[in-house]
């Protein structure tokens, strides 16, 4: 009995070690997946686009901050109007009336404004996402085809810091980075006419121009102030 209950061990530690031989040796690579999506050429390229569509609405904007200021003018007129006392009552109520008016065509000014500077942000961040997203799919692809063909199991990513704030790879043997040839294979495509490979600034959403303060204290676009009624 003894003798089988041996055998029946040392069988499972053989099964146990041929399991253990069985699986692969590990081999890790590193790669560094913000540098590759910042200098890749379809990056570049949108970006440029997304930046000059950022541009159009800043220009946009300014004009829109621009009516606000006019229309701020013409309501300290009509109130030092309706102040008067070299004008008539009828002049007076006239300019005062208008006055009211003028203060319902600055809050619609600045309305427009803001609704404009937030739909335009929304719609540039999801721009910005559709194209990050199909890159690093993209980018994805290219990785895991080179780690196979290096023969890696784990791949590490070394772009960003961890929870504390240190590099997730905190050493790595420059031979086994694979970035350079990541990064030269998501470019072989490129365009001749393309620039050459260079860190993407991102887009970035307009600001409206803040005129300067007057006696209605009108701030684009924050609807932080309204006129003092006469």
Known sequence: M??????????????AASALFAQPALKVVVVD???????HYKTEEANAKF???????????????KQLQSAEEEYKVLVEESNSTIKSQQ??????????????DMRRIQAEAQNFRVNTQRSLQQRAKIHRDSIMDEIMKV?????R???ATLVLDKSGPSVFGVPVVLHSDPGYDITDEVVKEVNKD?????????????????????????SG?????????????P
Do not use: H, W
Request: no cysteine; hydrophobic share 35%.
């Open 51 to 65: 930046n000059d569509a950022a541009q159009r609405a800043q220009e946009q904007l300014d004009q829109l901050t």
């Open 149 to 151: 063909s290096r023969g």
């Open 143 to 147: 990785v895991n085809d080179i780690a």
């Open 217 to 229: 204290g009108f701030t684009v676009p924050g609807l932080t102030g309204e006129p003092k009624k």
């Open 91 to 104: 002049a007076r109520d006239q300019a005062k009336a208008d006055s009211q008016k003028k203060i319902e």
């Open 2 to 15: 003894k003798k089988i209950t041996r055998t029946l061990l040392a069988l499972a530690g053989l099964t």
């Open 33 to 39: 997946m913000a540098r590759v999506y910042d200098t």
């Open 190 to 214: 490129r365009p001749a006419s393309a620039p050459a490979a260079t860190p993407a600034k991102p887009a970035t959403a307009p600001q409206a121009t803040t005129p300067a303060p007057a």
